[in-house]
Every structure is written in structure tokens, then in C-alpha cells.
């Protein structure tokens, strides 16, 4: 039997009662997938999960996708090892802005999953902020620019703004291919999405990858985002997971931002992520 324990007011929820080790019956799947549409994050603690299983459970959530521009597993394309070694100081990191996973395919990715293998002793917390609750307290002004209005997603501000020079990505653990035209095109979602199990409604604009609304230039709606993005990372919407080696956790990419603190230089931290997919966002 699952028990669940909402980890703030507004999202996330640690579920225990479950050995992941073990088969997933259908009713525990259901369970699981009904955990992630009412808090957007849940945390699994100590499961230490072998890659099979970590993949049988990510085939929970939706089909396992396999993401282009981030060098995955010599031996599983399916599979990224999300890596920063200990003598990886003074560098940016992998999710180091508050994003949504790849916002800029045609069909990004519905949620992910990592499994922690070895993380700081303290530090290298990942925070999400919930864009359910963003959106449900954004101001009257602010609805009304968004509702019914589509944005524009481009990989280029983060494949080529703000990538780290060549020579410290040949260094880097963790390796991204980029300034590739295929992330570099202009892609269109809606400004507010709805989840298909849920119903509710969710923000689905960010920081890195949203560059401005469809019918407005980048410099008109610059300070309309800025403003949404002040809103939409607010610590009230947002929880925090402290790691430790084995736990899991598994968001809604879509219903959610997230971050990846870059607060333990000196210390190793290796985390196994899959990523899961859906329709289109609408
Ligand atoms: C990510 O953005 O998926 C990485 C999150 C993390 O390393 O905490």
C-alpha cells in the first residue's frame, strides 16, 4: 500500500510503501501515475535502482524517449548520466536555470526521472517550482496577455548564448552537441497547457528556452516575461529535494520548472536520468 506525504502546501510528495525492485502491479502504476498528476514531483527514497528497473519504471509514467544534443550512455541511449565531478569547480552546471526539460522540441519531453548514485554530502539539492500554482495566482494583467496566446521555444539561447567555451565542454562530464539548426528553429507551444489527466491548467514558458510570443517581437515581450518568470519561481510554488544515494524522483516536465543547485564544488555528484513522453502539449 502507497503512502504519500506532501512534501510543501503547493507540490511535491515523498511516496513510500513501494519496492521498486520488484514488478510494479498495475494498481501500484496507477498509483504512481495519480501521485505525479496531483503534485507534479514525487520522491521515491532508497530504492537503488539498477538501470533495467530505473527504465521499467520510467515506462510507468509514458514511452521512454531518447533525447538528441545530450551524449547519453556509451552502452543505453536511453539513458543519461547527469555528472560533475569533484574537481569541476567554478563551472556552470547541467540545469543550472530554472527550465523546463527541451521545451523547444515539437514534442518535449512529458516528464523525467533521475535516480541518485552519488551525491555531496550536502549541497546539489534539485528545486522545482510548480507552474499549476504559477499560473492559478498569476496576476489578472499577466492572464490576460497569456490566455489563448502561443510562445516561441528555440534551443539557440542555451546551445550557443550561454554554452560554455568549446574547451571546457570537451572537459565537461556531462556533454552537450549544439548550435544544431534542428534546435535552432523557431517552435511554437501554448502559453498555458492543460494536463491530460488532471485537467489543470499549468504556465508552460521559461526562462532558457522561451524567447518571446508569437505575435510580439523579443524586445516587447521581454518585460512581460521577466515579470512572469519573477512570479513563476516564487519559493511559495516550489519544493526542494535533499539527496541522498538511491532516492528517486520523477516530475512532470510540462506542469513544472526546475533547478539544479550548483552549491557543492568539491564534491561528486552522479544521477541516472530517463525521460518519459506524451502528445503534444495543448
Ligand atoms: C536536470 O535539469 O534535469 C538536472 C537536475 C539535477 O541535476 O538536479
Redesign the pocket.
Known sequence: MLHIEKLTGLMGAEVSGIDLSQDITDKAAESLRQALADYQMIAIRGQHLSLPRQKRLTEVFGPIMQLPYVEPLKNDNQVIA?LKEADECNTGI??GEW?S?FSFLENPPAG?L?SAVEVPKVGGD?VWASQVSAYASLPTHLKDIVDGRKAVHVGTPYGVKHAPPPESRANASIRMSRGDPDADREILHPAIITHPKSGRQALFLNPIYTTRFEDMSEEESKPILQEIYKHCTRPDFSCRLRWQAGDIAVWDNRMSL?Y?TNDYDGSRRL?Y?TTFSAERPN
Open positions: 547527469v547541467f540545469g527550465h526539460d523525467s533521475l534539485t526546475h539544479a544521477l536520468r
